[in-house]
Nanobody, 128 residues
């Protein structure tokens, strides 16, 4: 099955930027629809962003819309999450997730059950 490895997390100041990466490997089917989720201590895992296999369709969670951008480079089997204007409430473990077919509405995209594969997570901490 596919393996997902997140990277790029770290400590950043309020208002700063960070770019996360999610590399996929280990599968003959290399182009997946991808999502980003995050989980802060004591909170539910929250939908952040979705991108279709081609990159043409994206969805964002309300809390990150206008600040975060999801993108992909299929030649590198990698999906990115560019995070700008970071806030303390963005502090969380960020997870990438994959599924084999595209989704066509945000309700499906934001459901954890839509994704069959998950990475191990990368910590993002936003502080002043």
């Amino acid at each position: 099955q596919v393996q997902l490895v997140e990277s790029g997390g770290g400590l950043v100041q309020v208002g700063g930027s960070l770019r996360l990466s999610c590399a996929t490997s280990g599968s003959s089917f290399s182009t997946y629809a991808m999502g980003w989720f995050r989980q802060a201590p004591g909170k539910e895992r929250e939908f952040v962003a979705y991108i279709s296999r081609s990159g043409a369709r994206t969805y964002y969670g309300d809390s990150v819309k206008g600040r975060f951008t999801i993108s992909r480079d299929n030649a590198k089997n990698t999906v990115y999450l560019q995070m700008n204007s970071l806030k303390p409430e963005d502090t969380a473990v960020f997870y990438c997730a994959a599924r084999e077919s595209d989704l066509y509405n945000n309700v499906w995209a934001m459901s954890r059950g839509s994704y069959g594969y998950w990475g191990q997570g990368t910590q993002v901490t936003v502080s002043s």
